[in-house]
């Protein structure tokens, strides 16, 4: 069955370092994966997704996700991080169902910035 | 384009009462459409996706019940809300055969 696993329920930065949040996937077939953002109160907003092209897809707000079939990951970055990227952030792997697809989220990791 | 809308935004509600939620999408034909409840501090849980009119799937059993009487809309319903069913609830939309969803801006649920 398909899944992620994200690690770290937070994450804390300064102002202007380098973002990394990652995702590990459990899929027995070749997987779609994406990156949603949450603000608070808000819902989902599709960062960046994942569908078997190239490995490194870049995304909204400057972030990236390289998907690495070696290490099960698709973890996401941002060579500088700015206040506004203060947000929960999801990964998500879809499940195939009959035809159907749907997604599988990871528990979310809020990510911290600071001055 | 295509929006996606859910009312109301939010709504206190008594223990045993009723509940109705609204999502519409426009701007699509024959979407895809899914209800997830996202509890504090957990990420999200797939609770209903319907692939058509009348066509309703249920992920877990639960005090909920969707129904979609028309092909952009999708409601979430409880004859009797318990506690556990506060949370914050998305819907969200998908093109047939397509994996990516988009979310409704959400409608936070507190039963008391």
């Known amino acids: 069955a398909q899944s992620v696993t994200q690690l770290g329920s937070h994450v804390s930065v300064s102002e202007g370092a380098l973002v990394l949040l990652r995702c590990n996937y459990s899929?027995?077939?070749?997987?779609?994966l994406f990156w949603y953002v949450q603000y608070p109160n808000q819902g989902l907003q599709l960062l960046l997704k994942?569908?078997?092209?190239?490995?490194l897809v870049k995304g909204i707000n400057g972030f990236e996700a390289e998907f690495k079939k070696s290490e099960t990951s698709f973890h996401l970055t941002k060579p500088s991080a700015h206040m506004s990227d203060a947000a929960e952030y999801f990964c998500?792997?879809?499940?195939?169902?009959?035809?159907?697809?749907?997604?599988?989220f990871g528990t979310g990791t809020r990510l911290l910035v600071s001055p | 384009s295509q929006t996606i809308h859910q009312w109301p935004a939010t709504l206190v509600q008594p223990v045993g009462s009723p509940l109705s939620l609204e999502c519409t999408v426009e701007?699509?034909?024959?979407?895809?459409l899914y209800w997830y409840r996202q509890a504090a501090g957990r990420g999200l849980q797939l609770l209903f996706y319907?692939?058509?009119?009348?066509?309703i799937s249920s992920e877990v059993p639960q005090n909920l019940s969707a129904s979609r009487p028309q092909d952009r809309q999708f409601i979430l319903s409880s004859k009797k809300l318990l506690l556990s069913d506060s949370g914050f609830y998305l819907c969200?939309?998908?093109?047939?055969?397509?994996?990516?969803?988009?979310f409704g801006p959400g409608t936070r649920l507190l039963v008391l």
């Open positions: 969200a939309w998908s093109r047939i055969i397509q994996e990516t969803q988009y």
């Open positions: 899929s027995s077939v070749p997987p779609y």
């Open positions: 994942y569908t078997s092209a190239a490995t």
């Open positions: 998500a792997v879809n499940r195939m169902n009959t035809g159907f697809q749907k997604l599988v």
């Open positions: 701007g699509t034909s024959n979407p895809n």
């Open positions: 319907s692939v058509g009119i009348g066509q």
